[in-house]
């Protein structure tokens, strides 16, 4: 090692420990997510009811009105389902849905068979008399009948336009089969005249999706709560809870974090607590459901107790793994090693072991991070467009982190200040400014359904901020537009954290990356502007 490269080590002693840091929380992160979860066992691996959708195809949607899902499909469903489930739960009668009951019915299962209600009269009409029809054949298969499924959540019927439907399907079908409505529980506390024209209450309580989110540590206790509130406020009436459940992936809300280990939890703790009470109960649903995802996000393709090969997520006892496959995140972070090192060689101006333990420990962060984004990809892509600009969004992030590098490693070898590619590092910093502002400025205002994308953004960000607390980024005062990026994105990202009441660790992180690109510009503009008197 020469003399060089050994007296400018001590003046980047903290860089050293924030870059080795970084390369450490890639490795532990992955690490910690393959542990196993010690969880309290469910009281049986069989459930009472599941929400039943067989929309899990690629492309498949209940929205297209010439989709039709095959009698041996549902056939092949059911008789899979009849292992673990004693009921399913339907939510409409076109599509070939209308053969479930019939089939159920040769697995010794039972159906609460909906008929879907919207804003069309007419294919209201058609959905009830096929309703009608269908509970009239096959009575003996149903546990009851639900007419119309959050219709006025999302306010497309009037209460009473409801009323009427509920009570025309009532006058119709067999006395035995009960008819009943579901929506989430706040709306039958706003229109409690809905009570009078069912049999019984069906709500949907589901804690992540609450305006209060509840993290999943309490979240049986919220549903306990609301359901002794909902028997309250409806005495003498029977209220069943229609939805309930927690989503394996998807953006946290708050506290509420989505994921395999939390929703293991919590459908065996409130299986535990149904058990207690001897409630009825359905839980949503058998299997994720891609379609969602349109509507949702990535987390409303992810409710499945199974996945879309109708393969079960978790067990009911024993530990939960999140991640099984851990140590491909530690591959990953020895390909960016090899990677940042092979990128290192090419028209080398610095000399010294400086040089290549940076670039190794920042390819292995920037790997271990790339494949962190790579596996949120996997759930929340929905079209080989999608796919197209997330992997380019990629690579240029990791481009981006590999000029960074250099620059970093031959600062810290006492090399020269300018690198090649140095000038292509000032104007991706103002596309990459502009790139999270632009997040900035969607999760502020439509935030509700969208990842955050840390992945992605952690290579530009930390690097940058690196590279100019190593001096290998310096230039003159910034340009307009990037003084006023650079003021923006510490206001929006404190936002967020603000929109998360604070108690959502990925809002904190985010709110991080915004500081590390913002703050080195911002530094160079006090600076800048602080030598303007001595040049003049």
Known sequence: MSSTSTQSRPPYRPLWIVLSLLALAGAWWWWQAGRPVALPDAPSSRIACVSYAPYREPDETP???????????????????????????????????????AIAGRYGM??????????????????????????????????????????????????????????EVRAAIPAAVPVSYAD???????????ASAV??????????????????????????????RMRQAFPGRRVMIGET????????????????????????????????????????????QPWK?????????YWGIFDVE??????????????????????????????????GTWRRAWRGMPGWAALKLAGFASGSALAWQYRQMLYACRSPFEWGVSLLACLLALATAILLARSL?????????????????????????????????????????????????????????????AGAVRGAQPALEQRFLALCLPLLGAVVVAQEAGLNTVAWLWLGLNLALAAPLLLAWRDARGLQPQQA
Request: aromatic share 12%; glycine share 10%; charged share 20%.
């Open 293 to 301: 995802r349109l509507q949702e996000g990535t987390v409303g393709g």
């Open 310 to 343: 109708a393969r079960p997520k978790f067990s009911m006892q024993g530990p939960v793994t999140e991640v099984p496959r851990w140590w491909l995140g530690w591959l990953a972070g020895i390909g960016g090693s090899l990677l940042f090192a092979l990128a």
């Open 63 to 101: 929205f297209d009105p010439n989709a039709f899902i095959s009698p041996e499909r549902i056939d092949a469903d059911l008789r899979a389902l009849s292992q673990r489930f004693d009921c399913v739960r339907t939510y409409s009668q076109g599509q070939g849905l209308a053969a479930v009951p």
């Open 199 to 228: 049999d019984y209450l069906t709500i949907h309580i589901l804690p992540y999706w609450e305006d209060q989110p509840v993290p999943p540590e309490h979240a049986v206790r919220h549903v306990a709560d609301v359901y002794a």
């Open 245 to 288: 459940g927690w989503p394996s992936a998807g953006r946290p809300r708050r506290a509420a974090r989505a994921s395999v280990v939390n929703e293991a939890r919590y459908l065996r703790e409130f299986l535990a607590y149904a058990g207690r009470v001897d409630m009825p109960y359905n839980v949503i649903e058998a299997f994720d």
């Open 184 to 194: 989430v529980w706040e709306f039958w506390l706003r229109y409690p005249q809905m």
């Open 409 to 469: 490693a031959a600062r810290l070898c006492g090399g020269a200040h300018a690198e090649p590619g140095r000038p292509w590092l000032q104007r991706l910093r103002l596309g990459w400014l502009f790139a999270l502002a632009w997040f900035d400025l969607l999760l502020v205002f439509d935030g509700r359904y969208r990842d955050f994308p840390l992945g992605l953004f952690a290579l530009p960000c930390a690097g940058y901020a690196l590279a100019a607390w």
């Open 110 to 167: 039972k159906v609460l068979m909906g008929i879907w209600l919207g804003r069309d009269p007419a294919a209201n009409a058609r959905e009830v008399q096929l309703g009608i029809a269908t509970a009239k054949a096959h009575p003996e298969a149903l546990r009851g009948v639900i007419v119309g499924n959050e219709v006025l959540l999302r306010g497309e019927l009037s209460a009473a336009a409801l009323a009427a439907y509920a009570r």
